[in-house]
């Protein structure tokens, strides 16, 4: 017999939220070379590149005839475009601690707006663990240092930005009847092949030499195929397969457990230093998911 369906959602969502976790290196990294909207640009098209080469192969289709495409385009919409551009820009005009603790916000809002447009009631117990994982992120992006300002607009953004993430979580399990994760995936990355290629080559004065030339840089490459393959392809679909068979509640648990992973990546591959309130905070979060995971199997 096969694996429970639940059970396997699980471990595509923690998959994904460990994915997730090392984009941040990657990013960091490959932003030394290119712009924001360059990389986000050749990260979607690699993507895109990569999910039609295995359409080619006839190993998955994509069937849009009589199905909700303007929900599907909404979920393009809301991620990655929405969310990316609120982010970044929230971030820029925000500083690192205030933007940490609005996007630790993202599980809690699921939370409420699953109960009110999928009438997905967590449990009071859910809530709390959740809390607690949402608590961690907020101590760790407190011991985050760093200058700067908080401006509405920077405010603002990210609101935008939790409003994205959400309508992702909601849309993506409400139209999952109806549409693969493969199919949700794809059309996600057609969305964003097409914008962030036009925005980037809109600041590179629709000059395509300069857009690609970051790929000559050997520390660019490898960055790129980890973001267009590993977080992008599989990142994306694990995460949509997760949706269309976990509550919102439980799938969305696990993204705090990219902060986890984003932080330890810093640890082991950078150098950067871990305090013991890091490491408390991290246990917060850890123990937040479980307790989420915990208390749905209790219910069930």
Sequence with gaps: MGANPSAKAMLASLGSAVIFGFSFL???IALGVATPWALLSMRFLLALALMSAVLLTGKAKVS????????LLLLGFFQPIMYFVCETYGILYSTATFSGVMIALIPIASLAFAAIFLRERPTVWQTLFSLLSVAGVVVLALLQTGEGAVEVRGILLLVGAIVAAV??????RKIAPSF?????TYVMFVTGAVFFTIAALFENGWDVPALVAPLAEPKFLLPILYLGG???????????????HLPVSRSTSFANL???????AGVVFLGEPMSL???????MIVLGVWGVQKMSLRSV
């Design 258 to 264: 990219t902060t986890v992973i984003s932080m330890l």
């Design 26 to 28: 990657s990013s960091r």
């Design 167 to 172: 309508g992702c979580s909601i849309v993506s």
């Design 180 to 184: 693969s994760a493969f199919e949700r």
């Design 230 to 244: 590993f977080s992008s392809v599989g990142a994306f679909l694990l995460m949509n397969y997760g949706l269309a």
């Design 277 to 283: 309130l890091s490491g408390v905070a991290s246990l």
């Design 64 to 71: 849009l005839r009589g199905k909700p495409v303007g929900l």
